[in-house]
Nanobody, 115 residues
Framework: QVQLLESGGGLVQPGGSLRLSCVASETILSSDPMSWYRQAPGKERRLVARIRSGRDPEYADSVMGRFTISRDNAKKTVYLQMNSLKPDDTAVYYC?????????WGKGILVTVSS
């Protein structure tokens, strides 16, 4: 069973940047998608970005042009670079891997955008 550990969250002012990292406990095939989701208070968990080999990264409309997803397969890590952060980006961010039809989730990390 894949275990995922997120890091890099915290408090940032509007307009600021953060980079989230998610390390997997085992090697993930490049063809298996790695994703970031987020869940704001009182709202459903939603896809933020997804990356897999052979396809362009996918982004939610709300983060297009501000967030960038990347992965380092040798380090078993997926990243989410978040720029021009807004208060609406405040949420718990979850790392997700889909492997052999199974979804694996990290425990989540809080990102708070506030002045």
């Amino acid at each position: 069973q894949v275990q995922l550990l997120e890091s890099g969250g915290g408090l940032v002012q509007p307009g600021g940047s953060l980079r989230l990292s998610c390390v997997a406990s085992e090697t993930i095939l490049s063809s298996d998608p790695m994703s970031w989701y987020r869940q704001a208070p009182g709202k459903e968990r939603r896809l933020v970005a997804r990356i897999r080999s052979g396809r362009d990264p996918e982004y939610a409309d709300s983060v297009m042009g501000r967030f960038t997803i990347s992965r380092d397969n040798a380090k078993k890590t997926v990243y989410l670079q978040m720029n021009s952060l807004k208060p609406d980006d405040t949420a718990v961010y979850y790392c997700n891997v889909r492997e052999n039809g199974m979804h694996y989730w990290g425990k989540g990390i809080l990102v708070t955008v506030s002045s």
